[in-house]
């Protein structure tokens, strides 16, 4: 029981930054229809922000995290003005192969500038865990997931209750509809893939000091955002919330009680039984057509 | 002298989309070697009607009986296979291929060449091949297309692309064609030539249902007209006595028009 | 592409060995070959019946561990029962890693061809990413990490020399290039059969397709196991010439670098593949004298961008093209020509 509820508190604390990265891709994913294959990459560019602001630059921890995740955005803006604007119409094909060209030139830049060599980042707080009965979390996790709700919650009010977010959504629904009403989609694509990229920089950011930090952390961390995607439906905000934290207990109590070497593993198993079984998602409300 | 059975049945067909209702309670019959006309007001429901009676959509309620066959669950290659081909509304051809390809490719049903035999360039296949590749040209020469075998469909000019549509239709071998919207783009020259040409496709032992805006095509090639509006049929019969009819007359040019 | 093309560039790849002795390069050219097969079949699913297909790579491992297992015999417990497979020759074990990873390639056509466009990538790396984790946990089987090893190379029946067994690097050149001749083969005929036809017309307008009588999934389904029986052929081949499989032949790179293949070379096409297999196979040696690993990787990543943004289609549309307008240019004798177009 009580590894039950440590696994159950462990599982709260990484879907907590599952959905940031779930989130971000399927914003993307859903208004732009991008296969975005750098998505694992701006969770490493966060993640690696964060060393160089805190660690060779000896700035702030908290400041050096919201430079991190300002970063993210920026490198997300770049990138869609830069890449994927000129070749706006192309079919999937073109898109997905600059997407992936992108993807491995992020990489190898990073390799290039920080080497292979695992790196860690301080985190400014305490080591002794808090112990609660019978479980017992860090602070720095605790930390981590206040953030990621309030990224979380903070990215719902943007989409919800502001007029960019609304025309993100009338984007969403129907794109021709809304470029004749005066959305000027560009900017809308633009921000969007802003947001999803500093969204995934975020959870990198935030879990740089609690894990290590090395080039390729990235590749599993987008499989699992595109699984999380999946689970939740496309463009799907609640739904990729959700899946995240689905993707986490399933991961934490498949590693806990069945196999740890098959964590990875579980997510993607879920994925497939999910389009095997309900190809629109959990969650979906609206038929999908793939 | 009883009533041969229908070659197609529409039998109280019903499609919804939610709560808007597409098709209600549709029903009427196509007896071999007729051409029936399908017409109504945009939005009347005709091409729902095509995609619900091929497979592109299931039904609600009802069902097409296509020699007494029901043709619901039924997927749209199983339809064709049948002998129920449809073309589309928005213009629809292999963009990437030749004409000579295109037409090729619709002949699929006439081969029956498998894996292995690709393989293993049996000589059955290569001479079935050539089988196709004559009745490819046939039917180019046939649909007026056979001037430019080796164009690129998408280069060809609009109304060629939808004659290029019905070549393709045509070459799947079917005993019922529908045809959707098949002379929308055409000018006048080109629309008569058409209409000469469903003459000479029924003469090949082909039934046509079309859907049609253009009431020259229309008037000029039907057996019967079937008129649709919100769904449901209003009238159905000769041409000359629809277009007498009020109620159609009503549908087209709304309440408060009076008659031509 | 003329009928004696395909013969011309066999005998120039034929006579390779008789002229360039340096057998680093003849190295080169036999992965590069065994990554051309891979190509060459991806291009069946990727190219001419337009499915995105990322998860090549698993079919690639799936044919290189099952030959593996297959020539080196294994036993492994399944559900408590004990299966022992004694070793069995090279060109038996071969063949069941063909199967095996045809089977694969079923079982990934039925399931993923009930969704499509951007789910199905996302299922087909799963797949590849599901298979990677097995192949490192089950270690009983297959090693994990520590590798299958001692991987016996393979031994044929010569003319000549009899039951010769593969040592050298001689004899594994001209089995590759045989097999990547065959592979060629089989697939121009697919693809200039009915069959091809129907894959085609799938990947251009399916609706289309299904009216006129083609059964989507049927095709789909084809074409996956052809094309994931060739990968597995290409997987066996690497498993007898390096003699040495790990997990990491599942890594996502691999695929990616298939894709890059593929498309750089020209998708849907039938010499795409083999020059776009050639250009990433060799190109890396070159760049290897020159740079650090990274920097190439970072070479790679941008020109398959700019080859995106300037040859959309590839190289082999555009050689093609040029190839075209040279031969119906004006200053050139007057032949008939396709009208128009262009």
């Known amino acids: ?68 995740i300002v970063m993210g955005v920026l490198l997300g803006a770049l990138t869609e003005v830069v890449l994927l604007r000129p070749i706006r119409g192309a079919d999937i094909d073109t898109t ?100 999803g990229s500093g969204l995934a920089a975020a959870a990198g950011a935030l879990l740089a000091p609690v894990f290590v930090v090395y080039p390729t952390m990235g590749d599993a961390a987008a499989l699992k955002s595109f699984a999380i995607v999946i689970l939740g439906g496309l463009g799907n905000f609640w739904g990729a919330a959700m899946g995240g934290f689905i993707l986490a207990i399933v991961e934490e109590f498949g590693a806990g009680y069945i196999s740890s070497g098959y964590r990875d593993a579980m997510g993607f198993v879920l994925i497939i039984l999910v389009l095997i079984f309900k190809p629109t998602g959990l969650f979906a409300q609206k038929e999908r057509v793939g | ?194 209409v000469n040409m469903v003459a000479r496709i029924r003469a090949r032992d082909v039934t046509i249902l079309l859907v049609e805006h253009d009431m020259r095509v229309v008037m000029g090639v039907s057996d019967r007209v079937v008129v649709l509006n919100q769904g449901k049929i209003i009238a159905q019969g000769a041409p000359a006595v629809i277009q007498r009819d009020p109620e159609v007359i009503r549908a087209y040019l709304g309440t408060g028009a009076s008659h031509a | 592409m003329s009928r004696y093309m395909p013969w011309l560039v066999l005998l120039i790849f034929a006579s390779v060995p008789l002229w360039m002795q340096d057998q680093y390069f003849l190295h080169i050219l036999i992965t590069s070959g065994i990554f051309i097969i891979a190509a060459i079949s991806l291009n069946l699913l ?116 009899g039951e010769t067994t593969f040592w050298r690097k001689l004899p594994n050149y001209y089995l590759v290039l045989v097999v990547a001749a065959i592979a060629f083969e089989l697939i121009r005929r697919i693809v200039q059969s009915r069959i091809g036809r129907a894959l085609v017309a799938l990947r251009e307008n399916e609706p289309l397709a299904m009216s006129v009588g083609i059964d989507v999934t049927r095709y789909l389904v084809i074409a996956t196991i052809v094309s994931a029986a060739i990968a597995g052929a290409a997987g066996g081949l690497y498993t007898h010439y ?12 691999y695929t990616v670098t298939m894709v890059i293949m593929v498309i750089v070379g020209g998708k849907g096409t039938l010499w795409g593949p083999v020059v776009g297999g050639l250009l990433f196979g060799i190109m890396p040696e070159f760049l290897r004298e020159v740079a650090a690993p990274e920097v190439q990787w970072i070479i790679y990543g941008v020109s398959m961008i700019l080859i995106v943004f300037f040859l959309p289609q590839g190289i082999m549309p555009a050689v093609s093209r040029v190839w075209r307008d040279f031969r119906y240019s004006p200053s050139a004798s007057a032949q008939t020509t396709k009208e128009g177009g262009g």
Do not use: C
């Open chain 2, 1 to 194: 002298m009883s009533q041969p059975e229908a070659l197609l049945r529409i039998d109280g067909l019903s499609v919804h989309f939610g709560g808007l209702v597409a098709i209600s309670d549709m029903t009427f019959d196509v007896h071999e070697g007729e051409i029936v006309s399908l017409i109504g007001p945009n939005g009347a429901g005709k091409t729902t009607a095509f995609n619900a009676i091929t497979g592109y959509l299931q039904p609600n309620s009802g069902q097409s009986l296509y020699r007494g066959h029901s043709l619901n669950g039924l997927k749209p290659n199983q339809i064709a296979d049948l002998g129920v081909v449809r073309t589309f509304q928005k213009t629809s051809v292999f963009a990437g291929n030749t004409v000579f390809e295109n037409v090729l490719i619709g002949l699929h049903r006439r081969g029956s060449q498998s894996l292995a035999g690709a393989l293993l360039r049996l000589p059955e296949m290569r001479a079935e091949e050539r089988q196709l590749r004559e009745a490819a040209t046939e039917l180019l020469v046939f649909i007026g297309l056979d001037k430019r075998p080796d164009e690129f469909a998408s280069a060809l000019p609009y109304g060629e692309q939808r004659l290029l549509e019905v070549a393709v239709g045509l070459a799947a071998q079917p005993r019922l064609l529908l045809l959707d919207e098949p002379a929308s783009g055409m000018n006048p020259s080109e629309t008569q030539d058409f």
């Open chain 3, 46 to 161: 990727l190219g001419y019946t337009g499915q995105l297909s990322l998860g090549h790579v698993a079919f690639f491992g799936i044919g290189a561990y099952a030959s593996a297992l297959g020539s080196l015999g294994f036993d492994v417990e399944i559900f408590g029962y004990i299966l022992v497979v004694e070793p069995k020759p090279v060109w038996l074990a071969f063949m069941f890693g063909i199967v095996a990873a045809g089977l694969a390639g079923w079982f990934i056509g039925k399931i993923s061809f009930k969704v499509r466009g951007a789910y199905f990538v996302i299922v087909t790396i799963s797949f590849a990413e599901v298979v990677r984790l097995v192949a490192l946990n089950w270690i009983d089987l297959t090693e994990g990490p520590m590798a299958l090893n001692n991987i016996p190379p393979v031994t044929l029946w010569l003319p000549g020399s």
């Open chain 3, 242 to 253: 390096v003699r040495i499989v790990d997990p990491d032949i599942f890594l996502f790179i």
């Open chain 1, 96 to 195: 997905m192969l600059v997407m992936i060209g992108a993807w491995i030139a992020m990489q190898s830049l990073e390799q290039f500038t920080w080497s292979g060599v695992a790196k860690s980042v301080n985190s400014p707080f305490p080591v002794d865990p808090l112990v609660i009965g019978p479980v017992s979390v860090s602070w720095g996790r605790i930390f981590v997931f206040a953030v990621a709700i309030l990224l979380i919650v903070g990215s719902h009010a943007l989409i919800h209750r502001t007029r960019l977010g609304k025309a993100m959504r009338a984007t969403f629904q129907d794109r021709e509809t809304a470029a004749l009403m005066g959305v000027k989609i560009n900017q809308i694509y633009t921000a969007t893939f802003a947001l």
């Open chain 1, 1 to 68: 029981m009580d590894q039950f509820l440590q696994h159950v508190l462990n599982a709260l604390i990484l879907g907590g930054t599952y959905a940031l990265l779930g989130i971000g891709l399927t914003l993307i994913f859903g208004i732009m229809r991008v296969v975005n294959f750098t998505h694992g990459e701006l969770y490493t560019f966060g993640a690696y922000m964060l060393f160089m602001f805190v660690m060779s630059m000896g700035t702030n921890f908290f400041l050096g995290l919201v430079l991190a």
